[in-house]
């Protein structure tokens, strides 16, 4: 088999395997989540995700390959974080900034995956698989500037709210900083473009 295939339907399989555990720990997020706009717009992204799987399995069958899984760790490890910011920070002012932070790390591997995937099946000349692949890869960028902009409007600066009583000069309640300093910013480049192997 073509090596640049091999590897496609290597991290096709991983990406698949993530697709289908990520609904469980997104639908807890869903049910932590506390602030104004935050719940419906992670509905939202849990019905997406919930539509990739069988995106995904179009695309092995684009290429007349087995649907198959792979563990994916990278995917493993950020349903652990979810769990541990759900049962750590519930109450507190600072869950639901916390909830997109873990939902923006979410869409950036979506990101990355779908770019390379992308990317190869272009290369690899298989183009109903490049359009599945785009489409998703857009919907990916598209979720994690939606919540950028509700961390940067509202959830960063209500998880300051606790600490303004005991304030420590760390912040200045400017949206725009304190998006940058828990990077919390839009991804820059070419929107129609893809991320590369």
């Keep these: 088999m073509n090596p640049l295939k091999q590897l496609f339907l290597?991290?096709?399989?991983?990406?698949?395997?993530?697709?289908?555990?990520?609904?469980?720990?997104?639908?807890?997020?869903?049910?932590?989540?506390?602030?104004?706009?935050?719940?419906?717009?992670?509905?939202?992204?849990?019905?997406?995700?919930?539509k990739h799987v069988k995106k995904l399995e179009k695309v092995f069958k684009a290429f007349d390959a087995k649907v198959t899984l792979k563990k994916c760790e990278a995917t493993i490890g950020l349903i652990k974080e979810g769990e541990e910011i759900i049962l750590e920070l519930a109450g507190s002012p600072a869950i639901n900034a916390a909830l997109i932070g873990l939902a923006q790390k979410v869409e950036h591997h979506e990101i990355?995956?779908?770019g390379c995937l992308h990317e190869w099946a272009t290369v690899l000349g298989n183009k109903k698989a490049a359009e599945i692949l785009g489409r998703l890869l857009e919907e990916a960028k598209d979720a994690n500037d939606e919540?950028?902009?509700?961390?940067?409007?509202r959830c960063n600066l209500e998880a300051m709210e606790e600490g303004n009583h005991h304030h420590d000069g760390a912040g200045?309640?400017?949206?725009?900083?304190?998006?940058?300093r828990d990077g919390m910013l839009p991804l820059k480049g070419n929107r129609r473009g893809s991320l590369s192997a």
Excluded: F, I, N, W
Aim: charged content about 25%.
């Design 112 to 114: 990355a995956s779908y």
């Design 10 to 50: 290597s991290e096709l399989a991983d990406h698949l395997d993530a697709a289908k555990r990520l609904p469980p720990v997104m639908s807890d997020m869903l049910q932590a989540a506390t602030g104004k706009g935050l719940p419906k717009l992670l509905k939202a992204h849990l019905k997406e995700t919930e």
């Design 147 to 153: 919540l950028v902009e509700l961390a940067c409007s």
């Design 172 to 180: 200045d309640g400017h949206p725009t900083r304190a998006a940058k």
